[in-house]
RNA sequence: GGGAUAUUAGCUCAGUUGGUUUAGAGCGCUGCCUUGACAGGGCAGAGGUCACCGGUUCGAAUCCAGUAUAUCCCACCA
């Protein structure tokens, strides 16, 4: 049976992957092997297949398939995440071109599109990762709204509020007025926008300061304001629309121009309203006039100072950016219309004192493209400071190990630092928080209506309270908030807050997981947080390692991205490439940790590498075997057997340390350089010449052994050559697979010595013709003059092979009239009677005697320091004693040359 | 503005506690080679004062200080 010519993915792809599913390959429950576990990072629910996905699930796939070759019980659990921000917005522009207004929907309603949508689209990211080879127990499949995650969720709220760890709070959140709903910081824009500074003057009520203002005034300097001399202070707004709720006047109390004020009041302006002035370091003395309006209501930095000196919080706007009736004047219009109608204002009544412009950082809404207000809400918050301890110490100590090392810092930083954790989204799709409001305001956290009934009982207060006239909170918890459970949450919901449980077979068999492959980018937000949450729920992490992927760049540096449109689509690539070529472009240029610089090219690359592989397997396929005849390559044989277990101990080392392109990049070197243009250059027979059997075993043997240690990079190849007839019969269940791949065995380090001096000999006489032009089907004869102590006879056949060489003798002489080289300190010979440039090769020899002159200099110089000889180690000391030695004598034997050559 | 990390060949990267020929790989590049497994190939070759400036050391790509540039995280100042 022959196979086709060149490397066609798209031939066996499906099929293996269909064949690995109908065996249940992925699928894995405990037993007594060692389990190795990974979670995936759940895309979302209704997302598509982007180049990171690629990156990080191909990473998973390899490190699950080789500890599957190595004898442990691998299970990859897959799944997907609700997403609630990222969905609810997909569905409600869903519902928009279809007319629909979400507001005009009930939560049910809504719930109900919502879930159409995402059985509609859910699930195809998952089908995509199929197409990669991904070997996800697909049995396992989790969604983080499944009801028994939900409950999970549920249950996790209302055990940490028990513990006092989630509260009530108000807080200041992103406000759209457009859209109005709140939103994430992720999900604003952050822009530079060209606005005004506007210097308003507020009026300083003291009988003192007014006498003497009015010199001020009568001697009339208001170009040079003097604060001591006036009976008004002057602030710098860009919101001069928002002096109405303005709670007081902040100076440094450093601030010498401002001493006079401390403890005054002061007047807002059109409203006349008395506020107090009061003394804070926040404020920075050189910025604007140094005198800074707190307005708690509408600005973060004020509410923290509001809280901080116990200010009233006024609120002049309403949901939708009107102003409302506290602020007394212009209510009813737009905030931005009100700014200009103010300043307006402000300047007829005196108390504008200049504008000037001003570039400032505004936020807008990702959705509505709407200036974001900041709005203060009450929301429900989980402690934080509590569980960062614990999750601290997994890193600090090393029982969770972060790959590269270098993000330590970064994570020791943030858990040091950390805030409450705003867990209330006002969204429909999600949990909904567990919270029930009796008519008059008081909440109770329970996990149904009759639950929080009872609890609502236990005061006489609410003895006639019924069920309906409970109202359960609006809100959704945060999407992390369901995803931190997730190591825990796939295996064994019911745990999640219940930390005393015992927990099922699949929780006590798989967790903690092995490793974590995810993006820095979301360190913080989910890794820690799953970190915390496996140690309240199980008492340790959920994981060993965290495996750090970078961002996936294109070729300029910049970020893929759908708005740019300079990332391919992965399944184009896949069809272009095959998913094996994929894999190993993705693979070859991606370090742990630093961001990929992602080019088509490196597809090729792995494609290309496929293609090679399947047509060195067409080389050994041919071959007729002839049992008569001996083995001439022995020696070969013996030396690949060493390269190959050289090569493995470099795989294994790399993979230990999850350096997974130098584990790819040795096997790939490993089937290109040593097996395909070495070993088997080394042993074909001539052209139609059979082959003897121990040859023919052999390289088959060492093929089959290659395909296994390639099958985590490229698992659909190797499935497809694995089953060849040229391997024997197999069984239905013997596959690539699930075949052990081999552990590394010591070598024969004189051979693989001795063979790199042979393929020196046989480079140097490949060059040696390409300078003289010689036809590689010329033969030519070789005497070696040896000094290394190799016998070169040994080797005799390989020179004459891949060097046409139809003789090769031993010769204690130099040889005058030929073409003269040097491998190690042997000398070769090619005889080349008349066509021997005697000048060119005396340049040649003595380009190579200045060389080695050079390193000499620099190796004596070394030796003949005596704080070297003295301080060096020994060992390092002989090495140089040796260098010089070793070069000494080439030296000698050049200059010998030299001087043969006349 | 605060912090972290990086800067090695045209490109993407190794360089494992400072000494292993005068710094390596893959790709690309240059030259030669086409009926022989593979042109998605073979052989050979050229390419770098290791960002810059100091310092420590017998010895620095490697350690320290500073400068420049880049990326990321955090805070983004009325």
Redesign the pocket.
């Known amino acids: 049976m022959s196979i086709a010519?060149?490397?066609?993915p798209k031939d066996f792809e499906d099929k293996w992957y269909q064949y690995w599913m109908e065996n249940d390959f992925f699928k894995s429950t405990p037993d007594e092997r060692e389990p190795y576990t990974i979670v995936i990072p759940p895309p979302n629910v209704t997302g598509v297949l982007h180049m990171g996905h690629m990156l990080n699930n191909t990473i998973q796939d390899v490190l699950v398939r080789r500890a599957r070759m190595s004898g442990k019980n691998a299970c990859w659990v897959p799944g997907t995440d609700h997403a609630s921000i990222a969905t609810e917005a997909k569905v409600v522009a869903m519902l928009k071109e279809k007319g629909i207004d979400k507001k005009d929907l009930s939560r049910a309603e809504f719930l109900a599109y919502a879930y159409e949508w995402k059985d509609k689209y859910g699930g195809i990211i998952l089908d995509q990762l199929k197409k990669l080879g991904a070997s996800c127990d697909w049995s396992r499949t989790s969604f983080t709204m499944d009801p028994a995650l939900s409950e999970a969720v549920i249950d996790t709220f209302i055990h940490l509020h028990k513990k006092g760890l989630i509260y009530r709070g108000v807080r200041m959140v992103n406000w759209d007025p457009k859209g109005l709903t709140a939103v994430s910081?992720e999900e604003v824009i952050?822009k530079e926008v060209n606005q005004k500074?506007y210097y308003i003057r507020y009026e300083v009520r003291s009988e003192k300061l007014k006498v003497e203002s009015e010199k001020l005034d009568t001697e009339s300097q208001p170009s040079t304001f003097n604060p001591e001399l006036s009976t008004f202070l002057t602030?710098?707004?860009?919101?001069p629309e928002t002096i109405m709720a303005d709670a007081a006047i902040c100076v440094n109390p450093n601030d010498e121009r401002y001493t006079h004020l401390h403890g005054k009041k002061v007047f807002v302006p059109l409203i006349n309203r008395e506020i107090p002035v009061i003394l804070d370091e926040?404020?920075?003395?050189d910025?604007?006039?140094?005198c800074?309006?707190v307005t708690p209501a509408h600005?973060?930095?004020d509410y923290e100072l509001g809280q901080k000196h116990h200010l009233p919080v006024i609120d002049i706007l309403n949901d939708n950016g009107t102003l409302n009736e506290k602020a007394e004047i212009l209510v009813g219009e737009d905030r931005f219309i009100a700014r200009k109608k103010i300043a307006k204002l402000l300047d007829e009544a005196g108390y504008l004192e200049k504008v000037e412009d001003y570039k400032?950082?505004v936020g807008f809404s990702e959705r509505t493209d709407a200036a974001i207000e900041p709005k203060l809400s009450m929301q429900w918050f989980c402690d934080m400071a509590e569980m960062a301890g614990p999750a601290l110490d997994y890193v600090n100590n090393g029982d969770v190990k972060l790959i590269p090392d270098?993000f330590i810092?970064?994570y020791r930083?943030?858990m040091e630092?950390v805030?409450d954790w705003c867990i209330s989204r006002q969204l429909w799709w999600g949990q909904q928080i567990p919270a029930w409001y009796a008519p008059n305001g008081e909440v109770v956290v329970a996990k149904t209506a009759e639950e929080a009934l009872t609890k609502f009982k236990l005061n006489t207060q609410y003895s006639l309270l019924t069920t309906d006239e409970l109202k359960q909170d609006e809100d959704v918890v945060d999407t992390w908030f369901s995803s931190w459970l997730w190591p825990i949450s796939v295996f064994d919901p019911t745990v999640c807050g219940n930390p005393d449980a015992e927990g099922n077979a699949d929780i006590n068999y798989y967790y903690p997981t092995n490793d974590l492959v995810t993006a820095?980018?979301i360190l913080?937000f989910w890794v820690a947080r799953m970190i915390m949450a496996g140690h309240e729920f199980r008492g340790e992490a959920p994981f060993k390692n965290v495996y750090l992927t970078g961002?996936v760049r294109d070729?300029l540096?910049r970020?893929m991205s759908k708005s740019l449109g300079n990332s391919p689509d992965p399944l184009d690539l896949i069809e272009k490439y095959g998913a094996d070529g994929v894999r190993v472009g993705m693979l070859?240029?991606s370090?742990a940790g630093?961001?990929?610089?992602f080019?088509e090219?490196s597809c090729?690359?792995g494609?290309?590498f496929?293609?090679?592989i399947?047509?060195?397997f067409?080389?050994i396929k041919?071959w007729e075997i002839d049992e008569s005849l001996p083995n001439p390559n022995e020696t070969t044989i013996n030396w690949f057997e060493s390269r190959f277990n050289e090569a493995l101990a470099e795989i294994e080392s790399n993979f230990k340390?999850y350096r997974l392109?130098?584990a790819l990049?040795a096997s790939?070197?490993l089937v290109?350089?040593d097996y395909?243009?070495w070993y088997?250059?080394m042993v074909?027979p001539a052209?139609q010449q059979p082959i003897d059997k121990a040859t023919y075993e052999a390289s088959i043997q060492y093929f089959e052994r290659i395909l296994k240690v390639l099958h985590p990079f490229m698992p659909f190849l190797t499935e497809e050559l694995w089953h060849d007839e040229v391997f024997g019969k197999r069984e239905e269940k013997d596959c690539c697979i699930v075949a052990q791949v081999p552990s590394s065995t010591p070598t024969n380090e004189k051979l693989l010595k001795e063979i790199d001096a042979v393929k020196q000999v046989?480079?140097e006489i490949?060059?040696i013709r390409?300078?003289k032009?010689i036809s590689?089907k010329e033969a030519l004869t070789l005497a070696v003059k040896v000094n290394s102590g190799i016998d070169y006879q040994t080797y005799s056949n390989i020179i004459s092979k891949l060097a046409n060489i139809t003789e090769l003798s031993n010769t204690d002489e130099k040889i005058a009239g030929a073409a003269t080289f040097m491998a190690g300190r042997d000398e070769f010979f090619i005889p080349l009677a008349g066509s021997i440039d005697v000048e060119a090769e005396k340049e040649s020899i003595k380009k190579d005697i200045e060389?080695?002159?050079?390193?000499?200099?620099?190796?004596n110089a070394?030796l003949a320091?005596e704080?070297?000889v003295q301080?060096?180690?020994p060992?390092?000391v002989a090495?140089e004693q040796n260098?010089k030695a070793?070069?000494e004598a080439k030296i000698q034997i050049l200059e010998e040359s030299l001087t043969a050559l006349g």
């Open positions: 010519k060149t490397y066609s910081d952050r500074l602030i710098a707004t860009t919101r926040y404020v920075t003395m910025f604007g006039t140094g800074l309006k600005d973060l930095n400032s950082q270098k810092n970064t930083h943030w630092n805030k820095p980018e913080f961002i070729k540096g970020k070859l240029c370090p630093n961001d990929i610089m080019d090219s090729e690359q494609r290309n496929a293609n090679k399947w047509n060195a067409r080389l041919g340390s392109s130098e990049m790939y070197k290109w350089d395909c243009a088997l250059e074909k052209y046989v480079s490949r060059n390409n300078s032009q590689p060389y080695l002159n050079g390193f000499l200099r620099g190796v070394k320091n704080r070297f301080n060096a180690k060992e390092i090495n260098k070793d070069a």
